[in-house]
């Protein structure tokens, strides 16, 4: 396909910035991901250390629910800036079509491995279930592999 020079110098830019778009929000999802799944575990580990003396205590467990109610927003904010960044990435596919260019429409065609949106609800996920089983033994439930 023929492109003008000047449209391709627009597309050029516009190219330029859903690309620089597309990287800051999956900049900024994994900087507030450290920090808040970070600071989660650090927290419940404080929760924990100072309930030891005094169990069964019901605080770990409260604790979990904030953790919960956390990690619901998290994966919210998680899903939008998923979202976001998907249209810039599908706008940085149409330019590289219209200019012929390949570098995102192969990486959709041979993408392998697992994306970061199911690495980040695995570690959600799997961070819930293990304060869960924390606190409910905090609590003086009695977990029973058998």
């Given at each position: 396909?023929?492109?003008?020079?000047?449209?391709?110098?627009?597309?050029?830019?516009?190219?330029?910035?859903?690309?620089?778009?597309?990287?800051?929000?999956?900049?900024?999802?994994?900087?507030?991901?450290?920090?808040?799944?970070?600071?989660?575990?650090?927290?419940?580990?404080?929760?924990?250390?100072?309930?030891?003396?005094?169990?069964?205590?019901?605080?770990?467990?409260?604790f979990?629910?904030?953790?919960?109610?956390?990690?619901?927003?998290?994966i919210?904010?998680?899903?939008?800036?998923?979202?976001?960044?998907?249209?810039?990435?599908?706008r940085?596919i149409?330019?590289?079509?219209?200019?012929?260019?390949?570098?995102?429409?192969?990486?959709?065609?041979?993408?392998?491995?697992?994306?970061?949106?199911?690495?980040?609800?695995?570690?959600?996920?799997?961070?819930?279930?293990?304060?869960?089983?924390?606190?409910?033994?905090?609590?003086?439930?009695?977990?029973?592999?058998?």
């Amino acid at each position: 396909m023929w492109v003008t020079r000047e449209r391709r110098e627009t597309l050029l830019v516009e190219y330029q910035l859903s690309q620089e778009m597309h990287n800051y929000y999956g900049k900024i999802l994994w900087q507030i991901g450290a920090i808040f799944l970070g600071g989660s575990i650090g927290a419940f580990g404080i929760v924990v250390s100072e309930s030891i003396g005094t169990m069964p205590t019901p605080l770990p467990l409260w604790f979990w629910v904030i953790q919960l109610t956390m990690t619901v927003g998290f994966i919210l904010f998680h899903s939008r800036l998923r979202n976001l960044a998907y249209i810039h990435l599908q706008r940085c596919i149409a330019i590289e079509k219209e200019l012929g260019m390949k570098q995102h429409t192969n990486k959709e065609e041979n993408v392998g491995g697992l994306g970061g949106w199911v690495v980040s609800l695995g570690f959600c996920t799997t961070l819930l279930i293990l304060t869960l089983i924390i606190a409910l033994y905090m609590m003086g439930f009695k977990i029973c592999w058998n």
